[in-house]
């Protein structure tokens, strides 16, 4: 059973809904998922990994300290993954971009991410900070605020922040001396 979980968990991660979510990325990639520890609690349709948790496919990784995946159970042997609960140090990274935050929420079902805690996303050198950052999946918008869970840190101030790099012109008049 913990091993059919396993190998059900890794397809489904790999499945559709990522394709449309990491364009580019290759969703036919296998999974690698590291963990100190994992317990299946299977009454409760959940799997936990616990202590240094790696899951990589192929340029897309996330770290965190836990991660909790719920599935609902479509008879017979198959598992249908609908949210992944990471925490602890969340760290997000493809190719170009990383985000990180204290906690993530991925809710298939919704096709939203949400990240919260002392949010930051950097892309280059060019980064924003908030407590809460959302993509949803399905009209592809995002948007970081300052409002964060009880005790996490935001913005300054619980504002937005951000730094952006310009890049310097040929053409440009150069500022008086």
Do not use: K, W
């Not at 897309?60 to 925490?87: C, K, N, P």
């Amino acid at each position: 059973m913990f091993a059919r979980i396993c190998a059900t968990l890794a397809l489904a991660l790999a499945g559709p809904a990522a394709a449309q979510a990491l364009r580019g990325h290759n969703t036919a990639a296998p999974v690698d998922v590291e963990a100190d520890r994992i317990e299946v609690q299977d009454r409760a349709d959940r799997a936990v990994f616990a202590g240094n948790v790696r899951v990589r496919q192929g340029d897309l990784s996330l770290d965190a300290a836990r991660l909790t995946i719920a599935y609902d159970r479509q008879g017979g042997d198959g598992l249908q993954i609908e949210r992944l609960d990471a925490a602890g140090g969340v760290t997000v990274r493809s190719p170009s971009e990383t985000a990180r935050g204290q906690y993530a929420i991925y809710d298939l079902n919704r096709r939203q991410i949400t990240m919260l805690g002392g949010v930051t996303l950097n892309q280059g050198a060019n980064t924003i900070r908030g407590g809460r950052l959302v993509i949803d999946l399905n009209s592809g918008r995002a948007s970081v605020d300052g409002a964060a869970a009880p005790g996490a840190t935001t913005g300054r101030g619980g504002r937005v922040t951000g730094r952006f790099t310009v890049p310097q012109r040929q053409d440009s008049p150069q500022p008086p001396r």
